[in-house]
């Protein structure tokens, strides 16, 4: 191999290499920030945080528009501010999430671990159906037991389908879902968001006991 074509191979595995470490900075960003925002803010502070955050995402679908990743955050940030604004103020947040969750499986259905397919469900059975919104409680099962093949022991795949039980009203199996879903392994990298995430699945938990015992 001559000399040339040594260096042309090192410098594209180096351009690879920091356009990888680039998008897992970005990623973690965005994760970070999440975190702060859906967790630990309130009122104005939050409503501010989820803005930068969205302008952020933007910014990031830009300069990495082939990372499902990236563009599965995005539409992560856009339906949370989405629940945080609520009514019909949401309802364009959560066109413009539903648009990157698809565009993040387009490229990979199964990056992080299927999170397309949760966050994807997750809209489906929580926005309004036609002439409203897009939602149909059909499609979201789908979605969310295809994010569980994918991600059986996940935290977020078993808390999100939990939820759908609980909108079905089978809170026997919705249980099931919130205990598998305490038991996820804990994520190094977002000890903030487990642990937020964590107190969700205990209120959701004792809610669905009490509905248990009646």
Not at 9 to 14: A, N, R, V, Y
Request: proline share 3%.
């Amino acid at each position: 191999m001559s000399a040339m074509r040594v260096f042309f191979t090192i410098g594209c595995l180096f351009i690879s290499s920091a356009s990888f470490a680039d998008v897992q900075q970005a990623l973690s960003d965005m994760q970070q920030q999440w975190a702060t925002a859906q967790y630990e803010l309130k009122d104005k502070a939050q409503d501010t945080a989820f803005l930068s955050l969205i302008a952020l995402a933007k910014t990031h679908v830009i300069d990495y528009p082939e990372s499902a990743e990236i563009w599965v955050w995005k539409g992560i940030i856009s339906s949370s501010y989405a629940g945080v604004k609520g009514g019909l103020d949401a309802l364009s947040l959560v066109k413009d999430a539903k648009g990157d969750f698809e565009k993040a499986m387009s490229i990979d259905d199964t990056a992080l671990k299927g999170s397309a397919y949760t966050s994807l469900g997750t809209l489906y059975f929580k926005v309004p159906g036609w002439p409203i919104s897009f939602g149909s409680d059909d499609k979201a099962q789908a979605l969310l037991t295809k994010a569980l093949s994918i991600n059986p022991a996940g935290i977020d795949s078993n808390y999100f389908y939990a939820q759908y039980l609980i909108e079905q009203d089978d809170y026997r199996q919705a249980e099931d879902y919130l205990l598998k879903a305490q038991a996820a392994p804990s994520r190094a990298t977002r000890p903030l968001a487990d642990q937020g995430r964590q107190q969700e699945i205990g209120v959701l938990l004792k809610a669905v006991r009490e509905k248990l015992t009646k």
